[in-house]
């Protein structure tokens, strides 16, 4: 779906210089040329997880660009209740009125709705699912909310949405949990339990208890229970399992025979046809192709299909990279700013 529209001479003029000898592109970068892409995790201080993206924003005055916050929370859920045991992941893209003020209210909606869908179906795969989300086998699980808003669009969104949506589950740290397992003693149990309880313990046996209405919270009548605790301060905890093998999206924007990256509005509005590649890079695995799409009118062949998922795996991999490098600097920039913190106390 196209957010900005252009005439016709303008489509012409953008694909003429696309396909130039050499290529021309209004910023004059490359074809396989992106933006500056800047990245900051632990923007939010009560979240889980959290991370700001940045994607062509201007260096001098800090306008312009794509610019997606992401941002993690977990909460406890109960499998009788209709959880799942390993746990679940939950996605939801919200976009800002004023990254699309020429869109109506129903088409920003179908917008969201595209892009939550193609997020969610993605992240929420098994062969994605971290290993740690598990609290009590059969009882308790963790519900994993990754919430991206889209704050500005100047193309490229899925790249920046699939950018945040891995520095946010990086940043995250789910909370170490220990299993606590109540037994009630044999032969005590109800309310005679309780009463030879407290004979034994030399107490007079008044205890003031109804043994006709039951309550709610009454657990005299349970034999057995387990539950959790957390021994972790709830910033702290152990990060995602394989947070390494979250995926990056390229998208290729095709002109045919031409494809080009990181595309701006109008060039994205010139494209006839777009293609969402998603790729996985685990660190003892070949790489895997987590998703693909298709936005646009036009067709491709098989042969051109391959000939691109082969291009594409390459530049993912080039990003993926990168954005690999930024998230360990970010972790060492954070923890070098918590000990001066502490040192300060």
């Excluded at 920003?108 to 939550?116: A, F, G, R, V």
């Excluded at 992240?123 to 963790?142: T, V």
């Excluded at 999206?249 to 046809?273: G, K, M, Q």
């Amino acid at each position: 779906m196209a957010t900005t529209a252009i005439s016709k001479a303008e489509q012409s003029y953008i694909q003429t210089a696309l396909l130039s000898d050499p290529p021309l592109r209004t910023d004059g970068r490359s074809l396989q040329d992106f933006r500056s892409v800047a990245l900051e995790t632990g923007v939010a201080p009560l979240a889980n997880g959290s991370a700001r993206i940045s994607v062509g924003r201007d260096p001098h005055d800090g306008s312009g660009g794509t610019e997606v916050l992401a941002a993690v929370k977990v909460e406890v859920e109960s499998v009788e209740e209709g959880g799942v045991d390993a746990g679940r992941i939950v996605c939801t893209v919200s976009c800002s009125p004023a990254a699309y003020p020429q869109l109506a209210t129903a088409a920003l909606e179908d917008l969201q709705y595209d892009m939550t869908t193609i997020i969610h179906q993605t992240l929420s795969h098994p062969s994605l699912h971290p290993k740690n989300l598990r609290i009590l086998p059969g009882k308790k699980s963790w519900l994993l909310n990754l919430d991206l808003i889209v704050l500005a669009d100047s193309g490229n969104i899925y790249d920046a949405l699939f950018m945040a949506a891995r520095a946010a589950l990086w940043d995250t740290k789910i909370p170490r949990t220990r299993a606590v397992e109540y037994k009630a003693r044999k032969g005590v149990a109800g309310s005679t339990g309780v009463s030879a309880a407290v004979g034994k313990l030399g107490g007079s046996g008044d205890m003031d208890i109804d043994e006709d209405t039951p309550s709610g919270f009454d657990t005299r009548q349970i034999q057995h229970a387990i539950d959790f605790e957390l021994p972790d301060y709830w910033d702290e905890g152990e990060v995602l399992d394989g947070r390494d093998t979250w995926p990056v999206c390229i998208t290729l924007n095709l002109v045919p025979p031409v494809h080009f990256l990181d595309a701006i509005l109008r060039e994205e509005a010139a494209a006839p046809l777009k293609v969402l590649l998603i790729y996985s890079f685990p660190t003892s695995e070949k790489p895997r192709v987590q998703g693909m799409r298709m936005l646009g009118p036009s067709e491709l062949t098989l042969e051109q299909i391959k000939d691109l998922v082969n291009r594409g795996e390459q530049y993912a991999r080039n990003v993926s990279t990168a954005l690999h490098t930024k998230l360990k600097d970010e972790d060492v920039r954070r923890n070098q700013k918590a000990r001066e913190k502490f040192e300060r106390r």
